[in-house]
T-cell receptor, first 120, second 115 residues
């Protein structure tokens, strides 16, 4: 079974600074997807960024970027120029390829989450 | 309405009550999911529906009964719940496709309290 581990229960950053959230995962599959979701106090889960395992290039979405290390099974999220609105719980999630015939069809496996506080 | 909506947003029920949670997706997706989010625990997948067929039941107690009448609507029927079932219940949808991210889009959740 796939597992996702976020070893940082809480992180904090000063506004305009950069912060990196860590995520590691365990899988025997070679083709899969990784995601970072953000859950602000409103509890609405929002997709931040996606990485496809077969792509070596790290995904980037504006101020959000990832450092994907497939061999190390590591998938960290870097938030640049942090803003007060970035304060939230961040979840790392894994999903196997839907056409792979594997057991993780359609299923997201989440990490425990990291609470990010942004100080003004 | 856009995205994924859930009703009610808050629900308080006694252990002998029967209630239902409703989820509706307006994204044209073909898969829908129920997740449970408890304090200090990772999100737990409960059920998966793909093209209205249940493809996964993650050992969920029978007091939770899902229903998916069409690809846009998903229900979670609740009966004789326990206090430990108090949690945030999140609904999500995605587009199942041969290649592609199949990102899941979430609703705002229903905060359930069992007294």
């Amino acid at each position: 079974a796939q597992t996702v581990t976020q070893s940082q229960p809480e992180m904090s950053v000063q506004e305009a600074e950069t912060v990196t959230l860590s995520c590691t995962y365990d899988t025997s599959e070679s083709d899969y997807y990784l995601f970072w979701y953000k859950q602000p106090p409103s509890r609405q889960m929002i997709l931040v960024i996606r990485q496809e395992a077969y792509k070596q290039q790290n995904a980037t979405e504006n101020r959000f970027s990832v450092n994907f290390q497939k061999a190390a099974k590591s998938f960290s999220l870097k938030i640049s120029d942090s803003q007060l609105g970035d304060a939230a719980m961040y979840f790392c999630a894994y999903r196997g390829n839907q056409n792979a015939g594997g057991t993780s069809y359609g299923k997201l496996t989440f990490g425990q989450g990291t609470i990010l506080t942004v100080h003004p | 309405e856009t995205g994924v909506t859930q009703t009610p947003r808050h629900l308080v029920m006694g252990m002998t009550n029967k209630k239902s949670l409703k989820c509706e997706q307006h994204l044209g997706h073909n898969a829908m999911y129920w997740y449970k989010q408890s304090a200090k625990k990772p999100l737990e997948l409960m059920f998966v529906y793909n093209f209205k067929e249940q493809t996964e039941n993650n050992s969920v107690p029978s007091r939770f009964s899902p229903e998916c009448p069409n690809s846009s609507h998903l229900f979670l029927h609740l009966h004789t719940l326990q206090p430990e079932d108090s949690a945030l219940y999140l609904c999500a949808s995605s587009q199942v496709q041969i290649r592609g991210g199949g990102e899941q889009y979430f609703g705002p959740g229903t905060r359930l309290t069992v007294t």
